[in-house]
């Protein structure tokens, strides 16, 4: 089971629906995407609730005054069966510099930005715009 793919539905599926909040099974990776989301402007904030199990990862979605959602789309580039990496030379530019891509690296996870700025490649997780 792709956990980032799973994660980037529920915040899709939530912003279509205009929900403020969507719930997902908490993670490092997971918060580290969200963390990012939140730094580049897609979302508001997130909050995870410890249980007796994995917890509880609460996303709080961004809209402007209209309703309409932070993001246009949320693309998993990279899944289980079909890996893709690049090098820092090939990281893409997202819809002209608007979007962001998010990239796994040997130093974490951090946006395309980053990493070219650091000569790192890795995973292409997925592209916000």
């Given at each position: 089971m792709d956990h980032i793919a799973t994660m980037l539905t529920v915040i899709r599926n939530g912003?279509?629906?205009k929900?403020?909040?969507?719930?997902?099974?908490a993670s490092k990776v997971?918060?580290?995407?969200?963390?990012i989301l939140i730094s580049e402007g897609f979302?508001?904030?997130?909050k995870v609730a410890r249980d007796s199990k994995q917890g509880i990862m609460r996303v709080y979605l961004k809209y402007?005054?209209?309703g309409n959602?932070?993001?246009?789309?949320?693309?998993?580039?990279?899944?289980?069966?079909?890996?893709?990496?690049?090098?820092?030379?090939?990281?893409?530019?997202v819809r002209?510099?608007?979007?962001?891509?998010i990239i796994?690296?040997?130093k974490g996870i951090m946006t395309g930005k980053d990493a070219k700025a650091n000569h790192l490649g890795g995973e292409l997780l997925c592209l916000v715009w």
């Open positions: 912003s279509a629906a929900l403020e909040k969507v719930d997902l099974p997971r918060e580290n995407v969200a963390k979302a508001r904030s997130y402007d005054e209209v959602p932070g993001f246009t789309n949320l693309q998993k580039v990279s899944t289980p069966g079909r890996r893709v990496y690049v090098q820092a030379t090939e990281i893409p530019v002209s510099g608007t979007g962001q891509s796994s690296t040997s």
